[in-house]
């Protein structure tokens, strides 16, 4: 299925479901090749009940608001594969910042880098399903020994993603660039 706009922000937000995505453009003659590929794929899923994923479609060209996410998801060229799960993956760690300068994708997502074959594909999107679920138990056992100050950050991380999330859409300037520069002209 394609998944609308508004549904993968709100992925990007809420964490509480994985979506493996294939990311493309109408036009795309690789993407046409690949989608029989990724069909398959998404039935598989399907078809083995795997609970809270999702094998979806986004076509970053259909709008101007679709080219906005799909760079802010780091998609580079089409088709793209990304997975968007529980966890921390290690492309956003602090050495990949620092050899590639900034942030390389949103936080829990990773973008798929092997070859466009069925089976790779396949396996890797299980794999990171795996990840993503194992990270989701650690979580539960985790804050079951974590207090009010745990959830308090969690709830002000949800409140940055949906603050940068609207900013993405809107096209503008976040509300944390105004504080940062008031921060550093009057404090």
Known sequence: R???????TQGLEEWEQDYAV??????????RQFKPIWHEIARQVVEGETKEMDVVMFDCEASTDNRKICAYM?????PSVMFMGHGSYMVNDPISRFFWGSQRAPERTVMYTGDLYYEAVRDWTYTMR?????SRWYGKF???FRGEAHEAKMRALKKENLQLRQALIAGGATTMDADASGAASGA
């Open 2 to 8: 394609t998944i609308p706009a508004d549904e993968l």
């Open 22 to 31: 294939l990311f493309h453009a109408n036009w795309c003659t690789y993407c």
């Open 74 to 78: 780091g998609v580079k060229h089409y």
């Open 130 to 134: 795996a990840i993503s679920r194992s």
């Open 142 to 144: 985790r804050d079951m």
